[in-house]
């Protein structure tokens, strides 16, 4: 670069260009059929490289005002960015930056979120796996509809600790609500949203072969959509529902799913009683 010296830790980056009839600029001429472009770079003591650049004048704008562009870089690193802009634009327009994207490039995966709620939707009408459970996993029919529908004993399969049998047990609907309803009203109030021990650790049935005392306990289902619900809300043996059973539960109702299992539980026996007797809640 003429008349001028780089040190060692700068870089001075001086780039110059015009167009018109003729016009000259530090030893370099510009006519109308020719554009010469000289680009110095400087690193170091005292060395310079020239690079002759040469542009076709058909492919540049034929407004291109004669304005010389210069920019001055001091980095470590000898780097030059350039970048031409067309005079049909107003001087302060934003530049618009379009964004290459490769052919072979894969596409932006959907969010998880999203694909959740697909899959939602689409298993959340199942058929009903009992007489007094909905089209909707882990909803039970009111006592109402039941009573109306001439449904007055809930069955389940129970398997006896002692004698090693399983058999149908089946439990009077309305006897078994009213129970139910009385334990909540008395028990309530000391809740304090948690699941009491009489829920947590259940008394089971007697077993109607061997009658043993406390020795059944409920079969519950591998697959989730098939569990009995109502069976064990009337029995009040829910205690015996895993944690994910719990969580299975509460994510088809929209409740909260994180918590002990005493919180959960708590949340599934409330959730049934009010599918169960929607008016204990209403009143």
């Not at 530049?95 to 979120?113: N, T």
Request: net charge neutral; glycine share 4%.
């Amino acid at each position: 670069m003429k008349n001028s010296s780089v040190s060692e830790e700068e870089i001075d980056l001086t780039l110059s260009l015009g167009y018109g009839s003729e016009w000259t600029m530090k030893n370099s001429t510009l006519w109308e059929e020719e554009i010469d472009l000289t680009l110095s770079i400087g690193y170091g003591s005292g060395r310079r490289t020239s690079i002759p650049l040469a542009i076709d004048p058909s492919q540049t704008n034929s407004n291109l005002n004669p304005d010389i562009a210069s920019s001055s870089i001091n980095n470590n690193n000898p780097s030059l960015v350039s970048s031409s802009n067309d005079n049909s634009n107003p001087p302060n327009a934003a530049i618009k930056i379009e964004e290459y994207v490769s052919p072979g490039a894969p596409s932006r995966r959907p969010s998880r979120r999203a694909s959740s709620n697909r899959r939602r939707g689409e298993e959340k009408t199942i058929p009903p796996p009992f007489p007094w459970a909905t089209n909707e996993q882990a909803t039970i029919h009111s006592e109402q509809y039941l009573l109306e529908n001439n449904i007055c004993t809930i069955t389940g399969k129970v398997h006896c600790k002692k004698c090693e049998q399983e058999f149908q047990l089946s439990l009077d609907l309305e006897e078994k609500a009213a129970d139910l309803r009385e334990f909540i009203h008395r028990r309530k109030g000391g809740m304090h949203d948690r699941a009491p021990s009489a829920w947590m650790k259940p008394v089971f049935p007697k077993c109607l072969i061997c009658g043993r005392e406390n020795s059944t306990r409920p079969v519950l289902a591998k697959d989730k959509k098939e569990i009995n619900w109502l069976f064990l809300l009337l029995g009040q043996m829910l205690g015996c529902c895993t944690l994910d059973d719990l969580k299975h539960f509460c994510k088809h109702n929209n409740r909260h799913r994180t918590g002990a299992k005493d919180r959960l539980l708590y949340l599934t026996y409330m959730t049934l009683a009010k599918q169960l007797q929607p008016e204990w809640f209403d009143s």
